[in-house]
């Protein structure tokens, strides 16, 4: 009979509070939009199951001796996760279209101002009642609009790790809506005929340029943004193990298995992150409403500094390719192509789109170094 | 309290320009860097890296994917098959 | 000459213990038994070989900077190996032939018995004088029958550290004994027309099904078992990435790399525990002992479950498969197929018996998280 | 000594009833879950799961299995080999 | 303008020390050597830029949380990546041609005379004024004579770790330079009517031999040699898991993911202890020089015992192959093999020269155990 | 100063002889290691091992490298255009 009430006493139904009961039906629409809607289900779904974990009572999945609170500890509070994904993805990247037309580079710099203009926006959210983000929570918050999670969450963890749950979930869902979010604000801010302007073909480029190119990134970065080396280091570092073809087993593991396990534990570390009593917070609301404008902002300044270019530009300039600067990659490239198919059946803009693409990536981790520098 | 969330957005306003204004000078000397790149591997095109193709791999065990047995497998098969279906 | 001296003295044969020599002995055997005889070779290699290095004079494996000891911390002593083993077992596992004959999990819980039966057994062994278990012991050892070794080792970590080695490597083994032990059990509990007997074919299942069902699993477990779900969560996780069909990388990652590099850490850490000290002890030849009668109680309530469901049942159903459901998945299946195609040539039971099979796994899970519960 | 083991046996035994009471009725609500998922799935037979093979991926290099060049170049060889053969 | 002198203040620019700069030129001369001269690349290049990383003023990579810090805290430190590496190595080696000639083993112990007269003239070192090696600096250094890569880092890493940095370079650089520092010293002392002789074929060599050969080496290490057990032990255990044939799974994920996974983290870590401090001092050059030195030695006398056999031998014995037992697998062999084809185009040393090969990485390996044994 | 390294030196030197020593003697050893193993495995041929492509695994998933899809249909696509372009 006793041994019938410590039973009782140890299911979740007698501890369960009504919050934990919440956060795990927002684990559960993660699950959801990653597995029905594919929303970047790489990451939503590790991180929607890692949120129904960390609320389950009694379990302790991130209290001391638990298996995320283990996973969160090695690889979020020490930053290694986000530079290991960031390792694989720059192993993953190609930069042939950057090198060939290297002003697109203008494009990833323009659409950072999304991230800048929300941590202003952040700091004045402040006026109103119930939300007092400091400097440091507003940086974290403004990277959304970078678009990039590594990037964001690497920031978080530094920054303002109490926020990193909902600044992941937010950069995650919002690259997955970029091909919700984006269309309308290209289309209000070019006119038809501009969305039919076909650019010319790229020249081909060289391996040996493809090789000095990350060094030559990584050189540029220890000169003037040491705070952006982590980031910026391993990505290049990915990047040339892929080009150098000297190591091809490293690059291949790095953009396929190590990826893969970072990445599944990463999410589940998120998750853990989505406890009731830091994400069910008027804050969160400020962080999700704020992402979505650093998104829309972002595109904006993208396709304006687009315009612009093709008005001093000799060749011509399709002005929908700003959108890209603000990486998502490929999403963002392809919603792009997508847009001037729209306009154009026969202009294929994909290959264009790649370079203000990966310049976005390199854009938003110049952001983050800066933000690393002046606030952390 | 609102003077304070004052000072806070004027520092925010400078970040916001300094950030901006420090992302649009290292992307623009990079895109110096990148051209300066074009250059020196048009005057210096080497013909070691041109030919990728020799790389040679020195630890135990580097070769590059053999071809898995399961696919000489598949294929011998497929190759089998075919020959059959066609005789 | 003085050199000499010390180099003498740092061989090993100056400081053999007679025990050491046993347990390379035994390290040696293991190897034997999955080299020669097969027996699970992917654990019991590596805990053969962790066993002879652990035990080297003067070397230092499981001592404060060796490498065995390092593994263990890191992977055992805080449960994260188990639990990454069971996701990628997860990943592996298909439910279909469970979800198309849900009434198959009562095989699954009946053969549970075994476990229970010889937590009672492994008490009334500490009459026998130099027996002394613990509850704790008791309910360590007793999860043998549940012939999951990643669950044995989750618990045994948990409950009986000491035991772990011996516990783990009686699990593997009868594990792999699973095709001597089982057939004579389930000759004798059956007649030759009820091993005749044919089932019906199983409807097929949709691929919404089995995303939902790992979540029901989860829910449950959740509302009714919280101390069961590092367990079933890690399970969970697994199984829903490989049928969401939307994370194919990680799914595969999971079942792949991840599972192996973690099954070689494993076994590794596991065998440094079989050091003299602990292994060699009466209680070691307990534990065989009842882990041995564990698999036959396990095998016997299963089949006589499958007996009595028969009775009741509108379908006919093969008492056979009751004997899978004490899991060792898929080798249980197995047996159970060839004992059938023994009795009808014509009758594969190898689908009906999986069904039991996977549910026998969600059983000793769940009598895992019940020991946790109550004894933990 | 033996009044102890006594009192380990009795809660030994009140666990082997309770345990075996639970994993029962744990796995008999489990059967209760998949009829319901069953009756669930046939009522809202969702189109999006059914037909999987849509499944886009968006990280970059998320690629589903390109055939690796070594396994393209094997069959090519093979190809070639039979042609020649067949002749 | 506060925050553009905070911004310039956090810039490299203000905060260069020259020594970093040439550390940096340190790095980028050994990713030329990789990509360009394919010298190691799967070590240089990582360890290469881990160089460039760790000399950045500011971004604290080896510093208390920073990336390299915390990969060589855990894997070098522990001295698990390079027992993980050998582990791997293990299981690409095949010792047919070892097992079929089993006198090529003192080949193999005859080149490991470049290691301990290289000890005796580091000490001999110490006479000239800016040096002053320990006995242990003295033994980390020699190593690099035993032309084994992770042998090297694992007992510079126990011996002298603010050497590591240099006496990984070093091995790696002169294990490159293996086809330019050998065939000179081959030629010299070989008459070429020597290097014309063909050896006789090699016997067929049963799996059971394969399998038994690594326990017999483990065997013989625990009991003369236990301080060479974690490096013997790893690399019997990996090529036990190739040669057994049954847990073939866990010997792919071995020499595939795993060492890779572990040889880029190794790389990064090896290249984070080339910091200005301990790299920029004239004990560089001297290791640089020693090493060169014991490459030849080796090399020398491995030749030289070569002819030593052939003139006791029944079957004639190419002098040549001696020089395949400095290790340095499988390269060394391979200019065996092609300085044997210049003098007689039909002779074929390869296979021959294997043999020697793998010897020389477990003579190494012995030789690191004595040190150990005796210096450690 | 001096003497003391001479005093290493002499530490040198010893280690030189007993090392070497100790490599020859344990890989002299590990000779007569070989062989021995070589004369047991001739008296004890093992069936077993010498047919290890009975090798069954047991761990769920541990099939042998299933030929992957995508192989297939590369071989298929290869297959098809090669009966198309010898017809
Ligand atoms: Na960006
Ligand atoms: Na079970
Ligand atoms: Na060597």
Request: proline share 6%; glycine share 8%.
């Given at each position: 009979?006793?041994?019938?009430?410590?039973?009782?006493?140890?299911?979740?139904?007698?501890?369960?509070?009504?919050?934990?009961?919440?956060?795990?039906?927002?684990?559960?629409?993660?699950?959801?939009?990653?597995?029905?809607?594919?929303?970047?289900?790489?990451?939503?779904?590790?991180?929607?199951?890692?949120?129904?974990?960390?609320?389950?009572?009694?379990?302790?999945?991130?209290?001391?001796?638990?298996?995320?609170?283990?996973?969160?500890?090695?690889?979020?509070?020490?930053?290694?996760?986000?530079?290991?994904?960031?390792?694989?993805?720059?192993?993953?990247?190609?930069?042939?279209?950057?090198?060939?037309?290297?002003?697109?580079?203008?494009?990833?710099?323009?659409?950072?101002?999304?991230?800048?203009?929300?941590?202003?926006?952040?700091?004045?959210l402040n006026f109103v009642p119930g939300f007092d983000f400091t400097l440091k929570d507003a940086s974290a918050i403004a990277i959304i609009g970078g678009a990039d999670g590594p990037t964001a969450i690497f920031l978080a963890s530094r920054l303002a790790p109490d926020l990193l749950g909902a600044i992941a979930v937010a950069a995650?869902?919002?690259?997955?809506?970029?091909?919700?979010?984006?269309?309308?604000?290209?289309?209000?801010?070019?006119?038809?005929?501009?969305?039919?302007?076909?650019?010319?073909?790229?020249?081909?480029?060289?391996?040996?340029?493809?090789?000095?190119?990350?060094?030559?990134?990584?050189?540029?970065?220890?000169?003037?943004?040491?705070?952006?080396?982590?980031?910026?280091?391993?990505?290049?570092?990915?990047?040339?193990?892929?080009?150098?073809?000297?190591?091809?087993?490293?690059?291949?593991t790095a953009q396929n298995e190590l990826i893969n396990i970072v990445t599944i534990f990463l999410g589940l570390a998120v998750g853990s992150k989505l406890s009731a009593e830091k994400f069910l917070s008027v804050e969160t609301l400020g962080i999700l409403g704020l992402g979505a404008i650093a998104f829309a902002i972002g595109t904006?300044?993208?396709?304006?500094?687009?315009?612009?270019?093709?008005?001093?530009?000799?060749?011509?300039?399709?002005?929908?390719?700003?959108?890209?600067?603000?990486?998502?990659?490929?999403?963002?490239?392809?919603?792009?192509?997508?847009?001037?198919?729209?306009?154009?059946?026969?202009?294929?803009?994909?290959?264009?789109?790649?370079?203000?693409?990966?310049?976005?990536?390199?854009?938003?981790?110049?952001?983050?170094?800066?933000?690393?520098?002046?606030?952390? | 309290?609102?003077?304070?969330?004052?000072?806070?957005?004027?520092?925010?306003?400078?970040?916001?320009?300094?950030?901006?204004?420090?992302?649009?000078?290292?992307?623009?000397?990079?895109?110096?860097?990148?051209?300066?790149?074009?250059?020196?591997?048009?005057?210096?095109?080497?013909?070691?890296?041109?030919?990728?193709?020799?790389?040679?791999?020195?630890?135990?065990?580097?070769?590059?994917?053999?071809?898995?047995?399961?696919?000489?497998?598949?294929?011998?098969?497929?190759?089998?098959?075919?020959?059959?279906?066609?005789?």
């Open positions: 009979m006793e041994k019938l009430v410590i039973l009782w006493d140890s299911t979740a139904l007698a501890h369960f509070h009504y919050q934990q009961v919440i956060m795990m039906a927002v684990g559960l629409l993660l699950l959801y939009l990653a597995i029905v809607k594919k929303f970047e289900p790489l990451l939503l779904l590790p991180i929607g199951f890692g949120a129904i974990l960390t609320n389950i009572p009694l379990a302790g999945f991130s209290e001391a001796q638990g298996l995320l609170h283990y996973i969160y500890a090695v690889g979020i509070e020490t930053g290694v996760f986000p530079l290991l994904i960031f390792m694989g993805v720059g192993a993953m990247t190609d930069f042939s279209a950057l090198i060939a037309n290297p002003r697109m580079l203008l494009l990833g710099a323009a659409a950072q101002f999304g991230i800048f203009a929300t941590l202003f926006g952040a700091i004045a995650y869902s919002y690259m997955a809506l970029v091909p919700i979010i984006q269309p309308p604000i290209m289309k209000a801010l070019t006119t038809p005929a501009q969305r039919e302007i076909k650019m010319a073909q790229l020249r081909p480029v060289s391996a040996k340029e493809k090789i000095i190119f990350p060094l030559a990134v990584l050189m540029l970065t220890i000169l003037f943004l040491p705070s952006a080396t982590p980031l910026v280091g391993m990505f290049c570092f990915g990047n040339l193990m892929k080009e150098c073809a000297v190591v091809e087993r490293l690059s291949k904006a300044t993208g396709v304006l500094m687009a315009r612009l270019m093709g008005r001093f530009s000799k060749t011509p300039i399709n002005p929908l390719i700003g959108a890209a600067g603000v990486s998502a990659v490929p999403m963002a490239a392809r919603v792009v192509n997508k847009v001037g198919l729209q306009a154009n059946p026969h202009n294929f803009l994909l290959m264009h789109a790649m370079g203000p693409n990966v310049a976005g990536v390199l854009g938003s981790a110049v952001a983050a170094g800066v933000l690393l520098a002046l606030v952390g | 309290m609102n003077s304070e969330i004052s000072a806070q957005l004027t520092e925010a306003a400078t970040l916001m320009l300094v950030g901006m204004g420090f992302v649009f000078a290292f992307l623009t000397l990079l895109i110096g860097g990148i051209k300066a790149i074009e250059l020196f591997c048009l005057k210096f095109p080497s013909a070691q890296t041109a030919a990728p193709a020799q790389t040679r791999k020195t630890l135990p065990g580097n070769q590059p994917h053999k071809t898995d047995p399961a696919t000489v497998a598949a294929i011998s098969a497929a190759i089998h098959l075919h020959r059959q279906s066609t005789k």
